[in-house]
């Protein structure tokens, strides 16, 4: 099979901060405010997600939480519920699906789905993403973002989700990376 000309096989769907995000979703009293999710309720866990305003303090997967709290004073610590955030994944991959198949579930928060001929060229391939992005936006929640990368191959497309975040859109070819692809 001859590749399509502009060379894009791979959308790379990547949720930002994704089990703060969704306890952000699901209670509205933590939007906007420093949010680590912990196993257990003590000073002496670590952070299991933070939310990007906790992120802008330091606060980071794996950090202790006494000394996360020294960060971010204003750190609201929320014990992990689970069995939500495989609910959420269920929804979510379900509103991906509506705008094109995944191929592959990489974890609980990322999935990768190859582009057919058809969904190959860049304005089509953003289109496909910008709609997923208002699918996820109005059918799991507007605080449930994602990153997305398109690019030639699945780990290019990985590693374009990272360079726009939170709620990027980048699309790389073999030349170039151009990030803010959303409206």
């Not at 866990?45 to 939480?65: F, L, P």
């Not at 094109?100 to 057919?116: G, K, Q």
């Not at 990153?147 to 780990?155: E, L, Q, T, V």
């Amino acid at each position: 099979m001859t590749p399509p000309p502009s060379g894009l096989r791979w959308l790379y769907v990547d949720f930002n901060s994704y089990f703060a995000s969704v306890e952000q979703q699901e209670q509205p009293r933590l939007r906007g405010r420093p949010v680590a999710v912990v196993p257990v309720d003590t000073d002496f866990t670590s952070a299991i997600a933070a939310s990007y305003e906790a992120k802008a303090y330091g606060v980071r997967t794996g950090t202790m939480i006494r000394d996360a709290k020294r960060m971010c004073p204003g750190l609201i610590c929320v014990p992990a519920r689970h069995d939500l955030y495989v609910d959420y994944h269920h929804r979510a991959l379900a509103e991906i699906e509506r705008h094109i198949p995944v191929t592959a579930v990489c974890s609980i928060d990322e999935a990768a789905c190859r582009l057919m001929d058809n969904e190959a060229p860049a304005d089509v391939a953003i289109g496909i993403a910008r709609s997923i992005k208002r699918g996820l936006a109005a059918n799991v929640g507007e605080y449930v973002r994602c990153s997305i990368g398109i690019a030639p191959n699945r780990y290019l497309a990985k590693v374009a989700t990272d360079l726009q975040k939170p709620d990027g859109l980048t699309l790389c070819t073999l030349r170039t990376c151009r990030t803010g692809c959303s409206d």
